[in-house]
């Protein structure tokens, strides 16, 4: 028989807290029906993405699922709940759809830019190639998503192509757009470190990265960055040999303790 609305939602409030595999499916199988009402379907969306990391915890890896997140990824009014529950699950499988809705130049570009980043999450084969040609996609917003995705997968191809001294595909403005990105984080710090190290950026450029590396909030990344600083420009520290004399000679300062 058809069960009505009311009915529905409370056989899904008691599925919830289920911790059964048939609940789970239960409550996919509506999601999938596209007879269904459109409220109905997203709440059982909202009941899914709420579970697969509890209580229905094995559904996450079901081709099912895997099945009916595909298929709604055709369907604008699921779009968005579907790559946020892809990208929080982990759900691998959809990655290559996933891959080709941040493609299609005729999507939604808000739909694309969150398919973007939830492409790079989930790393389908080719991605990095995909992304790399998002980078002249007509939506200035889609190639900026993709330039960050790019950045945050580390991709090192990418960096060397769009940081090197002798690229010419890539404006200066972009080049420090792709700094600002790495140096935000400590591995995309240590990633632009060793790009530097091999004279692999331009060199004002590197003079830029070099200047904001000294305020880094990680101790670490200053600390490795100094040693592109002049000898007589670093900070000044006590280090293995502490000389008495050196130190006391120094004038003190009561204000600074």
Known sequence: RKIGEIEAKTLMDAAEVTESPEAGRAVLKLFANANAKIELRKMALQKLDASLASTWKGLAGDEQLAGSLRKSLADTEFQTAVLDLAGKHGIASIGPDVQQLAAASDANTAVRERAILVAAKLKPKGIPETLRGLLTDAQSAIRQT??????????????????????QQFSPEVQAQTADRLMASTGGALVLFRMVEAKGVPAKLQQDVVAKATNHPDSNVRVLFEKFIPADQRPKRLGDAIKPEEILARKGDAKRG
């Open 146 to 167: 993709a330039l960050h995705a790019l950045v945050d997968m580390q991709d090192v191809k990418t960096l060397k192509d769009i940081l090197s001294p002798s690229g």
